[in-house]
Antibody, heavy 117, light 106 residues
Framework: QVQLKESGPGLVQPSQTLSLTCTVSGFSLTSYNVHWVRQPPGKGLEWMGRMRYNGDTSYNSALKSRLSISRDTSKNQVFLKMNSLQTDDTGTYYC???????????WGQGVMVTVSS | DTVLTQSPALAVSPGERVSISCRASEGVNSYMHWYQQKPGQQPKLLIY???NLASGVPARFSGSGSGTDFTLTIDPVEADDTATYFCQQSWNDPPTFGGGTKLELK
């Protein structure tokens, strides 16, 4: 069955770099796009960026200077790296998937990241 | 970016019908999708492409609209429907979400 699972540190110090991994199963990274979406506590959902099925990437313009998404298809993993973290980067980070113009039909359980010294 | 506007909160009694609206700042064709999120859980797809029920979603949920105005309807509302509902468009890039509508039961 389709699964996505996020992993990474729960606590990051201000100005440091966040590294998260999304491990997928039940589908191929060469057939689906994988996106990162985050949610500050008690707030709405923010699209961060995507790894397309063909290896292309796109980023939220507000995060583009700090964000990098990559993948390892042999390990069925998509990676997020974001630098210069601040307290307002605190929140739950999700990976999810879609196909062209489609909805986000499966989501990971999310990983809570706290930015604090 | 396409801005999606939702009313922040609604309160209804069980058994009633409720409509949750989402207005887009520009046309999104029919590429509007709806999600339900309960506290501590990931979003769950309810409706895709404006009016198509996702797999396993009760028929009490329905969607309508095209262009810039969309509606998610729950009829009848049950106690388990207490949640926040988000709309999301995929027609214009980047994909964007509405701010969410928190549904409370009286």
């Amino acid at each position: 069955q389709v699964q996505l699972k996020e992993s990474g540190p729960g606590l990051v110090q201000p100005s440091q770099t966040l590294s998260l991994t999304c491990t997928v199963s039940g589908f191929s990274l060469t057939s689906y796009n994988v996106h990162w979406v985050r949610q500050p506590p008690g707030k709405g959902l923010e699209w961060m960026g995507r790894m397309r099925y063909n290896g292309d990437t796109s980023y939220n313009s507000a995060l583009k200077s700090r964000l990098s998404i990559s993948r390892d298809t042999s390990k069925n993993q998509v990676f997020l790296k974001m630098n210069s973290l601040q307290t307002d980067d605190t929140g739950t980070y999700y990976c999810t998937r879609d196909q062209r113009l489609g909805p986000f039909d499966y989501w990971g359980q999310g990983v809570m990241v706290t930015v604090s010294s | 970016d396409t801005v999606l506007t939702q009313s922040p909160a609604l309160a209804v009694s069980p058994g009633e019908r409720v409509s949750i609206s989402c207005r887009a700042s520009e046309g999104v064709n029919s590429y509007m999708h709806w999600y339900q999120q309960k506290p501590g859980q990931q979003p769950k797809l309810l409706i895709y492409k404006a009016s198509n029920l996702a797999s396993g979603v009760p028929a009490r949920f329905s969607g309508s609209g095209s262009g810039t105005d969309f509606t998610l309807t729950i009829d009848p509302v049950e106690a388990d429907d207490t949640a926040t509902y988000f709309c999301q468009q995929s027609w214009n890039d980047p994909p964007t979400f509405g701010g969410g509508t928190k549904l409370e039961l009286k």
